[in-house]
């Protein structure tokens, strides 16, 4: 059987170089065909440099075609060839050896002897030229160099900023090379490495989504698995590339920072339909962040969220028009905080344009409450007496407009008959409630309130002149939020 293979590919070569006016690839730009009983081969052509690596790719998209991927120089010898892929493509890298024209046969094992047919893309890429030890790395552009018994690791340098997301792929290129790759930061700590590519039937090594922490010159060491100890040996491709998203602020694992009373400009389009910042705040903060469209046409969205990235409340169209608008948000905690400026609908939506972000601190949320008065949150339980002594207890919490709450003071023990008031934050009544809660308990039962800012809760007893006025005992006080209104 190898010796059938060796002959057709001989009579490839021949046709190859029967055919001088086959097509021009171009680098990058996919070209399709078929292979069948009419087409049993098709014939490529681009022109090479010495030391220069070129990849081609031979992806199937129809049929049971089992191809054969072959390279000739223009005189007739044959630089290359991929056959018998365990999937549906195959991929042939090489460093040229010789300044000339070559020919890209793409045929099917047998070729007119053959059977199978299908379609095919075939992808030409001009990968880059072989390297010297210590060069410097530009990203996107690969670099070739060999490891071998004498040589078994290769060093590089690149700059990076902060924010930077890199993928760093090394490629066997020939031989029986076991590639591992190892990325260090200016002070020489190991920061990353890989040995074989997730996902990949291969052995070729890919670190994805390195995030670079902080300016500054770093290292990658090229090498074998085992390093000097290792036995694989042979040529490589190196490339250092950055996601889209890379650059901070562009991904959630690297937000800009931005401070109170700051403001921020950007854009929003297709690629980059959401920006991510961060800032410190501390619990109580009251704040406001405003998301306002300066240019094109977007629908604005804003997003604040906690330091695990859980979202805290969101906001689509309260600043008027397509502008979004949080509105004196409290803070429940110390922390770190996110900001998500996108567009409505994210990867899914539409438009694009500029923006400007602000957040703007608004003082704390209990500044004009005694500390002596407890603070409240929803959810929150709280047991307490009256009596002569201390005929009423009074809490603060900080509420939202349109939030729905629901209130409940429940006698525990003794003879108290409770009574609920809802305060406003100048302390004026809004609602008093005596027995809604069931026999002598007091209730108040979605209560839509009417703005954003402190409320108070008089935990007190009946006091009037129909029944016992100085009754006591211990009560439960429970403050939930059961909804929301627009």
Same mark, same amino acid.
């Given at each position: 059987?190898?010796?059938?293979?060796?002959?057709?590919?001989?009579?490839?070569?021949?046709?190859?170089?029967?055919?001088?006016?086959?097509?021009?690839?171009?680098?990058?730009?996919?070209?399709?065909?078929?292979?069948?009983?009419?087409?049993?081969?098709?014939?490529?052509?681009?022109?090479?440099?010495?030391?220069?690596?070129?990849?081609?790719?031979?992806?199937?998209?129809?049929?049971?075609?089992?191809?054969?991927?072959?390279?000739?120089?223009?005189?007739?010898?044959?630089?290359?060839?991929?056959?018998?892929?365990?999937?549906?493509?195959?991929?042939?890298?090489?460093?040229?050896?010789?300044?000339?024209?070559?020919?890209?046969?793409?045929?099917?094992?047998?070729?007119?002897?053959?059977?199978?047919?299908?379609?095919?893309?075939?992808?030409?890429?001009?990968?880059?030229?072989?390297?010297?030890?210590?060069?410097?790395? *530009?990203?996107?552009?690969?670099?070739? @160099? $060999? +490891?071998?018994? &004498?040589?078994? %690791?290769?060093?590089?340098? /690149?700059? #990076?900023?902060?924010?930077?997301?890199?993928?760093?792929?090394?490629?066997?290129?020939?031989?029986?090379?076991?590639?591992?790759?190892?990325?260090?930061?200016?002070?020489?700590?190991?920061?990353?490495?890989?040995?074989?590519?997730?996902?990949?039937?291969?052995?070729?090594?890919?670190?994805?989504?390195?995030?670079?922490?902080?300016?500054?010159?770093?290292?990658?060491?090229?090498?074998?698995?085992?390093?000097?100890?290792?036995?694989?040996?042979?040529?490589?491709?190196?490339?250092?590339?950055?996601?889209?998203?890379?650059?901070?602020?562009?991904?959630?694992?690297?937000?800009?920072?931005?401070?109170?009373?700051?403001?921020?400009?950007?854009?929003?389009?297709?690629?980059?339909?959401?920006?991510?910042? *961060?800032?410190?705040?501390?619990?109580? @903060? $009251? +704040?406001?962040? &405003?998301?306002? %469209?300066?240019?094109?046409? /977007?629908? #604005?969205?804003?997003?604040?969220?906690?330091?695990?990235?859980?979202?805290?409340?969101?906001?689509?169209?309260?600043?008027?028009?397509?502008?979004?608008?949080?509105?004196?948000?409290?803070?429940?905690?110390?922390?770190?905080?996110?900001?998500?400026?996108?567009?409505?609908?994210?990867?899914?939506?539409?438009?694009?344009?500029?923006?400007?972000?602000?957040?703007?601190?608004?003082?704390?949320?209990?500044?004009?409450?005694?500390?002596?008065?407890?603070?409240?949150?929803?959810?929150?339980?709280?047991?307490?007496?009256?009596?002569?002594?201390?005929?009423?207890?009074?809490?603060?919490?900080?509420?939202?407009?349109?939030?729905?709450?629901?209130?409940?003071?429940?006698?525990?023990?003794?003879?108290?008959?409770?009574?609920?008031?809802?305060?406003?934050?100048?302390?004026?009544?809004?609602?008093?409630?005596?027995?809604?809660?069931?026999?002598?308990?007091?209730?108040?039962?979605?209560?839509?309130?009417?703005?954003?800012?402190?409320?108070?809760?008089?935990?007190?007893?009946?006091?009037?002149?129909?029944?016992?006025?100085?009754?006591?005992?211990?009560?439960?006080?429970?403050?939930?939020?059961?909804?929301?209104?627009?």
């Amino acid at each position: 059987m190898r010796r059938l293979v060796c002959g057709l590919l001989l009579w490839g070569a021949l046709v190859a170089y029967a055919q001088p006016n086959a097509p021009e690839l171009v680098d990058q730009q996919p070209v399709s065909g078929r292979i069948d009983n009419s087409t049993p081969r098709a014939t490529y052509s681009f022109v090479g440099s010495k030391g220069e690596a070129v990849r081609l790719t031979l992806a199937l998209t129809q049929g049971n075609l089992d191809p054969v991927l072959t390279v000739f120089e223009e005189g007739g010898r044959l630089v290359a060839s991929q056959d018998d892929s365990s999937s549906a493509t195959l991929v042939l890298t090489l460093t040229l050896e010789t300044d000339t024209r070559y020919l890209v046969v793409v045929g099917r094992f047998g070729y007119a002897l053959g059977t199978t047919s299908g379609g095919y893309t075939l992808t030409f890429e001009r990968v880059g030229v072989v390297s010297q030890q210590g060069s410097t790395l *530009r990203y996107d552009v690969p670099v070739i @160099d $060999v +490891i071998s018994n &004498t040589q078994p %690791q290769v060093y590089y340098t /690149f700059r #990076a900023q902060t924010g930077d997301l890199l993928t760093i792929y090394m490629e066997r290129n020939s031989g029986t090379l076991d590639p591992y790759v190892m990325v260090l930061d200016s002070d020489r700590f190991l920061i990353a490495s890989n040995d074989d590519a997730e996902g990949e039937n291969t052995r070729n090594a890919r670190i994805d989504n390195l995030l670079i922490e902080r300016d500054g010159v770093y290292i990658i060491v090229a090498t074998r698995y085992g390093q000097a100890a290792g036995d694989s040996a042979g040529s490589f491709v190196l490339t250092i590339s950055t996601s889209p998203f890379s650059g901070l602020g562009n991904s959630a694992r690297a937000p800009a920072t931005i401070q109170y009373n700051q403001t921020v400009e950007n854009t929003l389009n297709s690629v980059n339909y959401e920006r991510f910042y *961060r800032f410190s705040g501390k619990q109580d @903060d $009251v +704040i406001t962040v &405003t998301l306002d %469209q300066r240019s094109g046409r /977007f629908d #604005a969205y804003l997003v604040l969220a906690d330091s695990q990235l859980v979202p805290l409340i969101e906001d689509d169209d309260s600043g008027g028009g397509r502008n979004a608008r949080i509105d004196r948000f409290r803070l429940p905690s110390d922390g770190t905080y996110h900001i998500i400026a996108m567009r409505f609908g994210g990867a899914t939506g539409d438009g694009e344009g500029g923006y400007r972000l602000t957040l703007q601190y608004n003082g704390t949320a209990y500044a004009n409450v005694p500390q002596d008065i407890p603070r409240l949150l929803y959810g929150t339980t709280v047991n307490d007496y009256i009596s002569d002594e201390d005929p009423s207890s009074l809490y603060a919490f900080w509420g939202r407009q349109g939030d729905v709450i629901t209130v409940t003071m429940t006698q525990l023990d003794g003879n108290l008959d409770p009574v609920l008031e809802l305060l406003d934050s100048q302390r004026r009544r809004l609602l008093r409630d005596d027995d809604s809660g069931g026999g002598k308990n007091a209730a108040i039962e979605r209560y839509v309130l009417p703005y954003t800012g402190v409320y108070y809760l008089n935990a007190k007893r009946y006091d009037g002149s129909l029944g016992n006025p100085n009754t006591s005992g211990s009560f439960r006080l429970v403050l939930a939020q059961v909804g929301r209104q627009p």
